[in-house]
């Protein structure tokens, strides 16, 4: 069956140093995201691309960046991680045809900054 | 600005009721809007996908409706079990030329046995 996995799924690190989080799909979607979810604001929408080669910033872009070499993964990099960046962290995908492109999301990266 | 609204943020219910989960948004020129829902600790499973051509989409004991002149989505659900329990998200898309969703905070729900 295809699938979203992201790894690791828990983490620990410090303030300063570059994190990496993996976002790996098994739907040959061309659309990737991700998103972070904190109480209060529900998801927000850091950096999204369409294909191959394709990024663009959302609406909390400052402090990330993405690369996308392959339709399957989107990895995501905190350049120098801070404490405010502690949250859950959910990778999706959508197909690009048609209308009825719906998200489908991974299980989530807990991430702790201490 | 694009916002979509989800009130009221908690709701406990005991078993067997049929319920209404509010969504609202901004701007009626929407494209499609999902529901999802989240169980503690894990990613959210889509549940309804509803066009904006589309009037209400059903699955099993959901239903969902979209009234798009109002702003406002519903999502009903029959008979709830204790399992219903969990965060109801809704997210909406606007623009045919972008695949961006924008959420709500969701709505976590408590059914009592």
């Known amino acids: 069956d295809a699938e979203i996995t992201q790894s690791p799924r828990h983490k620990i690190t410090e303030t300063g140093r570059q994190v990496t989080l993996a976002c790996h799909q098994t739907?040959?979607?061309?659309?990737m995201f991700w998103y972070r979810q904190d109480l209060g604001h529900g998801l927000r929408l850091i950096h999204y691309?369409?294909?191959?080669?394709?990024?663009n910033k959302g609406e909390v872009s400052d402090g990330y960046s993405v690369s996308r070499s392959n339709t399957e993964d989107l990895p995501l990099t905190l350049e120098s991680a801070a404490s405010s960046q502690t949250s859950v962290y959910f990778c999706?995908?959508?197909?690009?045809?048609?209308?009825?492109?719906?998200?489908?999301f991974g299980p989530g990266t807990r991430l702790t900054v201490l | 600005k694009q916002e979509v609204t989800q009130i009221p943020a908690a709701l406990s219910v005991p078993e067997g009721e049929n319920l209404v989960l509010n969504c609202s948004f901004t701007?009626?020129?929407?494209?499609?809007l999902q529901w999802f829902r989240q169980d503690p600790g894990k990613g959210l499973t889509s549940l309804l996908l509803i066009q904006s051509s589309q009037r209400e989409q059903t699955s099993g004991r959901l239903n969902a409706s979209l009234d798009k002149s109002s702003g406002r989505s519903t999502l009903y659900i029959a008979a709830s079990q204790p399992g219903d329990s969990a965060t109801y998200l809704c997210?909406?898309?606007?623009?045919?030329?972008?695949?961006?969703?924008?959420f709500g905070t969701g709505t976590r729900l408590k059914v009592l046995a």
């Open positions: 997210a909406v898309r606007w623009a045919s030329g972008t695949y961006k969703y924008i």
């Open positions: 739907w040959n979607h061309n659309n």
């Open positions: 999706a995908s959508s197909k690009a045809s048609g209308s009825y492109n719906e998200q489908f």
């Open positions: 701007d009626s020129a929407i494209y499609n």
């Open positions: 691309s369409y294909g191959v080669q394709d990024t």
